[in-house]
């Protein structure tokens, strides 16, 4: 068997002391003593997020494994990416060529059928978390509105109260809406809008005088 070795990191400070790197390859070097694999290639990438798929040293694994036929050995799936699409793309690039994946934390190895089985079992498993995960953040979200709570940025027509959760709402900015409603209704561009509130002095939600048609168009999208 042929073995390529692929280690990563997300932060500079533990690419620098190399420790995370260090122990990722010691473990992925012994699992290739255990099973007599020939190490062809070991990549890494030091400081990059798992969820950038650019990654160069990935690519010249991903290239290694599949030229070699080789398996592809990872200490876990989260080295590999942080996205579940992702993962299951690559492993179907490997499958496609001959080649495989090995990953030691989650205990998988795509060269046998109850691998491959474990594989799509534990890529299901993960894309419903996530899915529960952005179900669950939705829910505290429309709460938060529902209370009149911040979300996110503070709206223009509203301040932040002392609290630093609750919106006051801002009496002038509130009637700056309202005209930005009725000078639309009325058939003006974005733009026109944007120069007619310039010239009445309506300042921005940031204190500027000069609006944009950026920032009009986003107050009437959010006040459809």
Same mark, same amino acid.
């Given at each position: ?11 500079? &400070? ?13 473990? /992925? ?17 030091? &400081? ?10 990935? $690519? $010249? ?9 080789? !398996? ?24 496609? $060529?001959? !080649? ?13 059928? =109850? ?15 996530? *899915?529960? /995960? ?28 002392? *609290? &630093?959760? !609750? ?8 009637? =700056? ?9 009325? &058939?003006?561009? /974005? ?34």
């Amino acid at each position: 068997m042929k073995s390529v070795l692929y280690i990563r990191v997300s932060t500079e &400070g533990q690419a620098t002391e190399g420790v995370s790197l260090e122990a990722q390859l010691a473990k /992925l070097q012994a699992w290739a003593a255990l099973h007599d694999a020939e190490i062809v290639g070991t990549f890494n990438d030091a &400081g990059i997020s798992g969820m950038d798929e650019g990654r160069p040293g990935l $690519a $010249a694994a991903m290239q290694a494994a599949t030229e070699h036929q080789a !398996a592809l050995v990872v200490y876990s799936l989260s080295r590999l990416s942080r996205s579940t699409s992702h993962c299951i793309k690559l492993a179907d690039q490997l499958n496609k $060529a001959g !080649a495989n994946l090995v990953s030691l934390s989650e205990q998988l190895d795509t060269t046998s059928a =109850a691998g491959r089985m474990v594989f799509k079992m534990l890529a299901v498993l993960a894309e419903f978390e996530r *899915d529960q /995960l952005a179900e669950r953040t939705r829910a505290a979200m429309q709460h938060k509105k529902s209370k009149g709570e911040r979300v996110g940025t503070v709206p223009f027509g509203y301040d932040l109260a002392a *609290d &630093g959760i !609750a919106l006051i709402p801002n009496a002038a900015q509130l009637e =700056a809406v309202e005209l930005i409603r009725e000078l639309r209704h009325s &058939g003006l561009s /974005l733009q026109s809008i944007a120069d007619e509130l310039t010239a009445r002095n309506i300042l921005t939600a940031k204190g500027n005088q000069r609006w944009t048609q950026q920032a009009v168009n986003s107050i009437l999208k959010r006040t459809a």
